[in-house]
């Protein structure tokens, strides 16, 4: 069936799912779930180099000829540190994309927008492909769309929950409301998850914990890999109406009559 | 006399005249997806041979690592 790309910043992606870096048993298991998830991007932290710096690097395992990355501001809780973030992973060679977190609270995780707003504003102007990660709220993302955001980036649920797409009728407005890409970025916990949010006409789905945690990560990561096809593919296909009561499947004409 | 910075958190003393690239060498860095910023701004790696490190500098190297979100 014919389907257009994922596009941001004037890159096109066939493959609409994006997956994490983190918290993978091994990174040779990273390495097999991001092949199976067919992902073309993934989305790295950046942090202090371990000195001396002989370490093995991340970058060992992720071949950055196929895969775009996506450094992210995890773990900063103001635009400046968010966009102080940005600049040193463009500085470091890891492109112009960047996954905008802006944390509002250690325990929830869930995003600071007015200082989200204010980082996306500053890095678009800078020529950063901004995807920030927001809240479920269609003001934030009509918002982070005028602020410059090259995609909206609301989440399903808090950050590593694995609670599901929990408020499905704000992710419609959301869709209603922007231009921009959607792309349900944390909360998924299994592969029906992805489905709901891929159904829902979201352009694409961001998980990490989904698939890094599962007993079996590389299975976890092909299912993705399959839910968001899946649900790309209902949704584009037009799903039928709910209705209450029963509608029969078999014409009620040529009944055989049984009576005696 | 030497010259004492704070690299990555850590105290540390380096030859007066020391220069970023100097210190990347110094602490076996790769320069390879590796950026660095002396007292919260970004050094160009264009001029990591040019910017020579002062008493107090607070320097920070970093790089890539595994993560998804916060």
Redesign the interface.
Known sequence: MYDTNLVLGGKEFTSRLI??????ST?DI?REAHEASGAEIV???????S????GE???DFIDTKRFT?L??T??CYTADEAV?TA???R????GDFV?L?V?GDQRT?FPDVPELIEATRTLAREGFIVMP?TNDDPIACRKLQDAGAACVMPLGAP??SGLGIRNPYNIKIILETVTVPVIV??GVGTASDAAIAMELGCDGV????AI?GAQDAVAMAKAMKLAVEAGRLAFKAGRIGKKLYATASSPLEGLPDWTS | MSVQIVVNGKPMEVEPGTTVDGLLTLLNVKREYTAVAVNREVTPKSTYGSVTLSEGDKVEIVRPMGGGAS
Do not use: C, Q
């Open positions: 997956v994490g870096t983190g918290k993978y990174l990273m989305t790295v932290a950046v942090r202090r180099v000195l001396p710096g002989t690097s991340i970058l990355l450094p992210n995890a773990g102080r600049y040193l992973a500085e470091a060679g890891m996954k977190e944390i995780l990660y950050i590593g970025d944390a961001l998980m990490n914990t890094a």
